[in-house]
């Protein structure tokens, strides 16, 4: 609402004594004090209503406006209750700092003034979301121009004052507003580690079947999550299911609570996700392509064709996934796998699309972000295609393309609040290859490791190909009923020796093995004397009946501190 309105309510008993050229602000709130400094509690466009309990003498108004005008407030009225007229100073100050001043009748309470306010900004803010809705609608309905998610979350700050960030389900930033100054000051960027608390809350909140929006409190911040779920037909594990549509919709994440408002206003704000969903819609159409040349190839190498025609229709697929490209890149195979615990759904589609996320760099934003994959499914597995421009060492583990340990890194949290007590994600990667020839030993490596991943503890785990020729491979398989027998002979005596005399005796065993035997660099890592470090491990060759010295023994040993 605008000042002006303010003078034209008889009901509430404002005299204007100053700023009759700014009557045109508006106010987007209220706020009563007698503070000398409110600052704290103001976020900009408020009027704000005072008692004058904060002046002592006339010396005071020039401060205390001067902080009122920083903050950015579209007015002050002060009450007649107690001082009578409003002091001349007060009035000389407002003027400087070309802040309107109201003066409120003896008789009017400040209660009649907020109420009045509140209803008229809530009514006004219902009618611009209605407003700001049907124009997205038209800008996203009108083609590529409209200008996606971020337009809309602009004119949802720049109209309504809401911060809001859209959000894939691992917690990348799809979308974002521009970082513009307004009301409520400069909006602030949503850090990585913000993004996925948020996107584990609502993937959590989604798995229990909670109503939504979601409520979350995050450093005394609070925020609404509205699922943004596509038209079209989704990945989905059965009719009814939401655990598919979960693991691939994208989230509003408004900083609001949404329990205050009303439904209209709730109503209004579900328009607006359906207008995102209009992108993600966009998103899934544009992969279509890239998903069906994966399709094609995959079926190629599953059926055993010529090299020759699997490499022809690799040069196909390489300038759509890099475009400008002079020469076929390498490849290499992702396997994914999810699996849900009571069995029920066909997971391929469902990870398909949690895959393509995944294999997205985690610090790009926007919808389509340089998507350099393609993923197909079969069965209850999506396997991704993933060219890499250049590799100089097909063997060089810290080389460039997708690596096992880093893959799952920044997805860890959101997914593994997505599929507790529910279900698992499995990931194998295989080594690049530079030809079509290597295409079917890439795909069995990387399903290979997917089964050494799946073989270990935890919702999400992942494996490469490095795993595969180290004792690693071979640690998961063994029988759990043999693992416990062959820890327990060799490490029990030394727990239950450490529990009573405190004597460190296991990470001594482990420092010693990591130092690969040697007296001087173990000892300097414990920050031993080199007799302490021979006396400890004299006594675990005691306890257990082994030499240390020997390979036989220290290969047992750390076989049995893996396996622990």
């Avoid at 507003?177 to 400069?186: M, S, V």
């Avoid at 759509?320 to 849900?340: D, F, I, K, S």
């Amino acid at each position: 609402m605008r000042l002006r309105a303010l003078l034209d309510t008889d009901a509430l008993g404002l005299k204007l004594l100053g700023g009759e050229d700014e009557l045109d602000r508006g106010v987007r709130g209220v706020m009563t004090t007698d503070l000398r400094d409110p600052s704290r509690y103001l976020s900009g466009g408020e009027l704000v209503l005072t008692g004058l309990a904060w002046r002592r003498d006339a010396a005071d108004s020039e401060p205390f406006v001067r902080i009122l005008v920083q903050a950015g407030v579209a007015a002050l009225a002060a009450g007649e209750a107690e001082l009578g007229d409003v002091p001349d100073d007060l009035v000389v100050a407002c003027a400087r700092h070309r802040l309107p001043l109201f003066a409120v009748h003896e008789s009017v309470a400040f209660a009649t003034i907020t109420e009045h306010v509140v209803r008229q900004v809530s009514g006004e803010r219902a009618g611009d979301l209605a407003a700001v809705v049907d124009r997205h609608r038209r800008m996203m309905t009108s083609g590529p121009a409209g200008g996606g998610p971020d337009v809309v979350l602009d004119l949802l700050g720049s109209d309504l004052d809401l911060r809001a960030w859209v959000l894939s389900p691992t917690g990348r930033l799809i979308a974002a507003p521009k970082e513009t100054t307004g009301a409520r000051g400069t909006v602030p960027a949503l850090d990585p580690e913000a993004c996925a608390r948020l996107a584990a809350e609502h993937l959590a909140a989604v798995r229990t079947g909670r109503r939504g929006p979601h409520r979350v409190v995050l450093d005394r911040t609070t925020y609404s999550l509205f699922p943004v779920r596509g038209s079209g037909h989704g990945p989905s594990s059965e009719p009814g299911d939401p655990r598919g549509t979960m693991l691939s919709d994208w989230l509003l994440a408004v900083e609001a609570d949404a329990g205050d408002w009303a439904e209209e206003r709730l109503d209004l704000l579900q328009g607006v996700t359906q207008l995102i969903a209009v992108e993600r819609d966009r998103r899934d159409a544009a992969r279509t392509v890239r998903r069906r040349l994966a399709q094609e190839v995959l079926e190629l190498v599953q059926t055993g064709a010529a090299p020759a025609e699997i490499a022809a229709r690799l040069r196909v697929a390489a300038p759509v996934l890099l475009p400008g490209l002079g020469t076929a890149p390498h490849w290499q195979v992702v396997v994914a796998r999810v699996e849900w615990e009571d069995g029920r759904g066909d997971g391929g589609p469902v990870t398909q699309a949690l895959l393509e996320e995944i294999l997205v760099d985690p610090a790009s934003t926007g919808p389509e972000p340089s998507d350099r994959i393609a993923v197909a499914h079969t069965g209850d597995e999506a396997i991704a295609l993933v060219p890499l421009p250049s590799v100089t060492d097909e063997h060089d583990e810290a080389g460039p393309g997708v690596q096992a340990d880093a893959l799952l890194e920044s997805v860890r949290g959101p997914l593994t609040a997505g599929l507790d007590g529910d279900g698992r994600l499995t990931v194998g990667v295989s080594a690049a290859v530079h030809s079509a020839e290597g295409l079917r030993g890439a795909l069995e490596e990387a399903r290979h490791a997917r089964r050494v991943a799946a073989a270990r503890p935890g919702r999400v785990c992942a494996a490469g190909h490095q795993e595969l020729a180290s004792h690693v491979l071979l640690l998961p398989f063994v029988p759990d009923d043999v693992r416990r027998a062959f820890t327990a002979r060799l490490l029990d005596p030394l727990r239950e020796y450490d529990r009573r005399h405190r004597a460190e005796l296991i990470p001594t065993l482990e420092a010693f093995l990591d130092c690969d035997g040697s007296w001087t660099r173990c000892a300097t890592r414990l920050h031993l004397h080199v007799n302490t470090l021979r006396y400890r491990v004299g006594r675990i060759e005691q306890l257990t009946g082994r030499d240390l010295s020997r390979l036989e023994d220290k290969l047992d040993f750390f076989l049995a501190l893996r396996m622990s």
